[in-house]
T-cell receptor, first 114, second 116 residues
Framework: DTGVSQDPRHKITKRGQNVTFRCDPI?????LYWYRQTLGQGPEFLTY????????KSRLLSDRFSAERPKGSFSTLEIQRTEQGDSAMYLC????????????FGPGTRLTVT | KQEVTQIPAALSVPEGENLVLNCSFT??????LQWFRQDPGKGLTSLLL?????REQTSGRLNASLDKSSGRSTLYIAASQPGDSATYLC???????????????FGKGTHLIIQP
């Protein structure tokens, strides 16, 4: 499968714990995006990388959130001191800059904070 | 700030009907517009992408149109089938000078049910 993959698919954690999600983009894609989706809503942009550089961050990305993309390959999204309001689906997408910028999404990581 | 609205929020039609889903956006300075399908609890599947210079795109039974000047896009589904039941999302992509972007701005989606 050469699509976008995310791990884990589901994560249940207790409030106050730290969690980390991983996204592996389509191999030739240089842009990688993170979105968050809550029930009944469309996804909301969190941040994006071009290669290893994090170029934009939404105001939704509080200080408890951090994202990395070492060497411009896979990316991780960490949430520190999780809160119940962090419960959502976290989606990763990738695209190839310089063309249509069509974004391809992974299956998402469903986070439940208890 | 870009805002995307989708109408209707939900739609239920008998199998075989042709239908139109509507999407409107407030800032016409978009780079492209994508239509996605999302099944319950799943990620998004890209259906069609329309570049800002294009007026429409077609894939099988799907046709998407774009009118930048009026801030509207429509997704036309011909001869609907029960397997088309899903949530359909439209999203606008904007880029800024220097290549920066804020990612896609999504609508809340249209929840579509095709009755057998």
């Amino acid at each position: 499968d050469t699509g976008v993959s995310q791990d884990p698919r589901h994560k249940i954690t207790k409030r106050g714990q730290n969690v980390t999600f991983r996204c592996d983009p389509i191999s030739e894609h240089n842009r990688l995006y993170w979105y968050r989706q809550t029930l009944g809503q469309g996804p909301e942009f969190l941040t994006y990388f071009q290669n290893e550089a994090q170029l934009e961050k939404s105001r939704l990305l509080s200080d408890r959130f951090s994202a990395e993309r070492p060497k411009g390959s896979f990316s991780t999204l960490e949430i520190q001191r999780t809160e119940q309001g962090d419960s959502a689906m976290y989606l990763c997408a990738s695209s190839f800059g310089g063309s249509s910028y069509e974004q391809y999404f992974g299956p998402g990581t469903r986070l439940t904070v208890t | 700030k870009q805002e995307v609205t989708q109408i209707p929020a939900a739609l239920s039609v008998p199998e075989g009907e042709n239908l139109v889903l509507n999407c409107s956006f407030t800032d016409s300075a978009i780079y492209n517009l994508q239509w996605f399908r999302q099944d319950p609890g799943k990620g998004l599947t890209s259906l069609l992408l329309i570049q800002s210079s294009q007026r429409e795109q077609t894939s099988g039974r799907l046709n998407a149109s774009l009118d930048k000047s009026s801030g509207r896009s429509t997704l036309y589904i011909a001869a609907s089938q029960p397997g088309d039941s899903a949530t359909y999302l439209c999203a606008a992509y904007q880029m800024y000078s220097g290549g920066g972007a804020d990612g896609l701005t999504f609508g809340k989606g249209t929840h579509l049910i095709i009755q057998p």
